[in-house]
């Protein structure tokens, strides 16, 4: 059974920040297609990269030649605006198309505090969303990344398969501990996004394509191949 492929790319920063989510629930709340004609959504979020610096939004300087043809065969939501500068609320509003005086996140969450936090909490769960919408009419739903919405372990009833930091934020590019659908290890000597993205590739290659998929990759920053990564050494 063939799928098309309906790629969404969301590039945000504390200056403006490009929110499709609107669109996207739209989408998923029409009434449900025919098999067979259901796209696949690879809908990409990253953190601290803004859209303008990419070359399908017109940069003519830094050549980003896969993700130009990801937007040219998929979709470019360009009027439309979260009203947050930080990870946490966007990332609601992304998840729910509400805005942060609706769904009430209106900072990034303290990781200090998850120990006072329910062991299943997160800021959005009483709010219908993108991945519940879709894992209803049929999808595969994955996140792989950055959570940041509350424990390190988002609801069954939304995502079947997800990779995410075993805290909220990003503390450090490096030997960061993953919670990887519960299982817990520490991923050395890879920077997180290479590892995040390396989980999504692999997950492209291996899901069920009798169903159509919604995967969901977060990235902390942007990804640099080819041994662009170097840590200092201290």
């Not at 990253?46 to 040219?72: E, H």
């Not at 950055?146 to 995502?159: A, M, S, T």
């Not at 960061?176 to 000597?189: A, L, M, P, W």
């Not at 990759?217 to 990804?223: A, F, G, I, V």
Request: glycine content about 6%; hydrophobic content about 35%.
């Amino acid at each position: 059974m063939k799928y098309s492929v309906l790629a969404t790319i969301c590039a945000f920063t504390a200056r403006k920040k490009l929110c499709w989510c609107t669109s996207l629930l739209l989408l998923s709340v029409s009434p449900i297609e025919a098999k067979g004609t259901q796209p696949n959504i690879l809908f990409i979020v990253v953190d601290n990269q803004p859209a303008s610096i990419l070359g399908t939004y017109g940069n003519p300087d830094v050549k980003t030649p896969n993700i130009d043809r990801l937007a040219t065969e998929g979709v470019r939501f360009t009027r439309a605006f979260a009203v947050h500068g930080m990870c946490s609320p966007t990332r609601a509003t992304l998840l729910t198309g509400l805005l942060p005086s609706q769904h009430g996140v209106q900072d990034w969450l303290d990781d200090e505090e998850m120990g006072s936090w329910p062991s299943d909490w997160n800021a959005i769960r009483e709010y219908r969303t993108l991945p519940y919408t879709l894992k209803n009419r049929g999808y595969q739903t994955s996140l792989i990344g950055k959570w940041h919405l509350g424990q390190p372990r988002p609801p069954d009833e939304w995502f079947d398969y997800w990779v995410t930091f075993n805290l909220g934020h990003t503390i450090d590019f490096w030997n960061n501990e993953i919670n990887d659908n519960s299982n817990k290890y520490k991923v050395e000597g890879q920077h997180s996004v290479d590892f995040f993205s390396d989980k999504a590739v692999e997950y492209l290659q291996n899901y069920d394509h009798q169903k159509p998929f919604f995967l969901m990759p977060n990235l902390s920053d942007s990804p640099r191949r080819g041994g662009v990564w170097h840590r200092q050494q201290s």
